[in-house]
């Protein structure tokens, strides 16, 4: 039986059977990552205005060794819808649903850059890129502002609980020793 057959080989000189390159697993798992996070941040039980400026803080800083292929583009930008879904459903009174569609636009926008050869690229206005990078960055502070502003809440509400638990403790020790007095 001859060789060829069993083994053939792809129009890019590797044979079919390749394993991947460190750079390319390095790459797969970072776009999986970033997958990851953007669903994360639908999930009911987490704090939108933590989880997805880490994501959009990834998306951002992200710059591919290689062109993404069409599915995980695909999977990566309905991620991104659906963390924007989320978002306009747990914060409608922080932030404008029409502001969010840009922002979030803006990081749809990126990733199809990613899946973009040179002559699509070029195709653009060059300053579609960074006018997406500032959107995406701009909802990343913000919502970091947010999530540091119920933080804030969050500390003073615990100091009052404090004063109030110390007066009902002393009014306590007064109605204690009046009792006994």
């Not at 995980?72 to 924007?84: Q, S, Y």
Request: some cysteine.
């Amino acid at each position: 039986m001859p060789t060829e057959f069993l083994m053939p080989f792809a129009e890019d000189g590797h044979a079919e059977g390749d394993p991947p390159t460190q750079a390319e697993i390095v790459f797969d798992r970072d776009i999986d990552l970033l997958i990851f996070d953007f669903w994360k941040a639908t999930l009911p039980e987490i704090d939108i205005t933590f989880q997805l400026p880490l994501a959009l803080e990834a998306l951002r800083k992200f710059k591919p060794v290689f062109q993404l292929d069409p599915e995980r583009r695909d999977k990566l930008i309905n991620a991104i819808g659906g963390a924007a879904a989320a978002l306009i459903q747990k914060l409608p009174h922080i932030y404008h649903p029409r502001m969010v569609g840009i922002c979030m636009t803006a990081a749809a926008t990126i990733v199809r850059d990613w899946a973009e050869d040179e002559q699509q690229k070029a195709a653009h206005h060059p300053h579609r890129l960074v006018d997406a990078e500032l959107h995406v960055r701009i909802l990343e502070r913000d919502l970091h502002n947010a999530c540091d502003f119920a933080w804030l809440q969050q500390r003073k509400a615990g100091r009052q609980q404090e004063v109030v638990w110390s007066l009902l403790t002393r009014a306590n020790d007064i109605a204690t020793e009046q009792v006994a007095a």
